[in-house]
């Protein structure tokens, strides 16, 4: 998400960009089955993808949407070309300021989450849009309900945006560098009143920057730009199961699962940016690991699927750990007093 009020910090993350691209430039061809199903988005106008949310009336089509002030459209892409086959324009909406998650409910419903905070926490509401997913997939407007969204503890930045497959509750996951909150909406939400949401647990070790339902609504996946975890959904109370292995990305900012539920799908900001699918934990998609483990921090743990070389993961490593070690010392000259 972009920082518009802190001038340093935006050249410092164009630089830091720069750095992760060199990382992943220097990084060993992975073999094609290591990201079998992955696609790469085509579309010029698709700049900073910070959402993705895979259709069931149209398999193989993903929509997605830029961050920030883009304004209120959403693009559907064909994962086979990597093309956009169809652009929404929301209507009913005010001008959004900060969208940065959407996601599929019940009924082909999808929910887009304006819930980013370009003001570091301090916006008094955020909104969530809910729209019926069109039937045709074609350029066209279609109305939208606009709901009013605050937290009971106060404001905060947040990324992650989930609708529940089953029950169509929408929980929101806050973005917080020493590891963040699941938010839980009403039961219905109302385009009439402020809606509530409230704290239902805790979500340790990460700086979430989204999250996905499993299709079948047993299992929650929540992701930040170097790590992830996957919960059991447990009715809510969420138990964690494993740690995910999240691809090395240019900035790692959504995720899906595959409508079958055998593959998480992870997309990055950037021009031509990759999704790239990686098996799930425990299921039944083919090829690769799919998962890993790791102890420690919440960083996570990147590596390589199919028949990747251990130097492949050593070098993916390297290249993460001098990433967070350049993000924790400017973050170090940030606090620092001026003089």
Known sequence: ??????????????????????????????????????????????????????????????????????????????????????????????????????????????????????????????????LPEPKELKDQTVKATQYVVKYEDGARDAEALMVHPKTGRVYVADKNEAGGSLYEGPAELSSSGTNVFKKVAAVPDLEVTDGAFSPDGEQLALRAYFGGILYDWNDGKIKKVERLSVPLQRQGESVTFSTDGSKIMYGS?????????????????????GSSSSDGDGSGTTQADGDGTSSTFKVGALAVAGAVVVVWGFKRLLRRPSS
Do not use: C
């Not at 699918?277 to 090829?287: F, I, L, M, T, Y």
């Open 1 to 130: 998400m972009r920082r518009r009020p802190l001038p340093s910090l935006r050249r410092f993350r164009a630089g830091f960009a720069g750095l992760a691209a060199i990382m992943l430039a220097a990084l060993p061809a992975t073999p094609a089955v290591a990201d079998d199903d992955g696609f790469t988005m085509n579309d010029s106008r698709i700049t900073e993808s910070s959402g993705l949310a895979a259709s069931r009336q149209h398999p193989g089509v993903y929509w997605t949407h830029n961050d920030s002030d883009d304004g209120a459209f959403l693009y559907a892409v064909d994962s086979e070309t990597g093309e956009t086959v169809a652009t929404v324009t929301m209507t009913g909406v005010g001008t959004p300021r900060d969208v940065e998650a959407i996601s599929m409910g019940p009924d082909n419903k999808l929910y887009v989450g304006d819930i980013g905070d370009n003001l570091g926490g301090t916006w008094a509401y955020v909104w969530i849009y809910e």
């Open 269 to 289: 900001e950037g021009s031509g940016s990759s999704v790239v699918a990686r098996d799930v934990p425990g299921g039944s998609g083919s090829g690769g690991s």
